[in-house]
């Protein structure tokens, strides 16, 4: 990451992160994820220099980021220079993305539904952080992405990691529920491991896969971040 990207997350860590209303309340009912906060979350700031690496590394131009909530990484992503799209579910994440990055263009998207027409192989990379875990099924928004890339694109996913020590861990404090979401809506569904997302990667015949943990020592990893390239 250049210097002037460093003194960029810099200032941005400064900031209080703001956590949705979905992720804030134990208990929520909803229509959909709800974002109320404009801000970024943790997950946000220790993702992000890890993103900007990878997308520097492959040259990068043209990005689209399939989920991306209230919008911080796409707009975050936007100042530094590339061109981006993002697209959710969420409207109210839509509206607040539109609000805040007004430069840079947002739409909203059933991630199980196909994507349109005009974002079909448009792109050198697709991202998709902390979304995958959410998903009835994955491997429509596996699909959308491989759609969406031009060949030899980058395909980027984070999810919330899961191992063998951190289970064990969540076990022994006695904080599954608070992992799981079991009563909210929109919350975790998917848990993946570094071996069932890789094992997804290679069903849709990515090539190069890498992978590193983020957040806390590998072990505890609060996630994990994979990329893989198009056929």
Not at 23 to 42: H, K, M, T
């Amino acid at each position: 990451m250049g210097e002037s990207r460093r003194e960029n997350l810099k200032i941005e860590n400064t900031k209080v992160s703001m956590v949705s209303k979905t992720d804030r309340d134990i208990s929520l009912a909803s229509q959909e994820f709800i974002w109320d906060g404009a801000g970024p979350s943790d997950a946000n700031l220790y993702i992000i220099p890890s993103i900007d690496r990878l997308l520097q590394k492959h040259g990068i131009r043209k990005i689209l980021d399939l989920g991306c909530g209230n919008g911080y990484i796409a707009g975050y992503l936007a100042k530094q220079g590339y061109e981006v799209t993002g697209c959710d579910y969420s409207q109210s994440g839509i509206e607040l993305a539109m609000k805040q990055f007004p430069d840079v263009l947002f739409f909203q998207q059933d991630l199980g539904l196909p994507l349109p027409e005009e974002h079909l192989s448009a792109y050198d990379a697709v991202i998709s952080t902390e979304v995958i875990e959410h998903l009835l099924l994955p491997r429509k928004l596996m699909e959308n992405a491989l759609n969406a890339l031009k060949p030899n694109g980058i395909l980027i996913v984070s999810a919330p990691y899961h191992g063998y020590l951190k289970n064990v861990a969540l076990a022994l404090t006695n904080s599954f529920d608070r992992h799981w979401h079991p009563l909210r809506d929109y919350g975790h569904i998917k848990f993946f491991s570094l071996g069932t997302l890789t094992k997804l990667f290679e069903e849709f015949k990515l090539k190069n896969i890498r992978y590193e943990t983020v957040g806390r020592i590998p072990a505890f990893a609060k996630s994990m971040i994979l990329s893989g390239q198009k056929e």
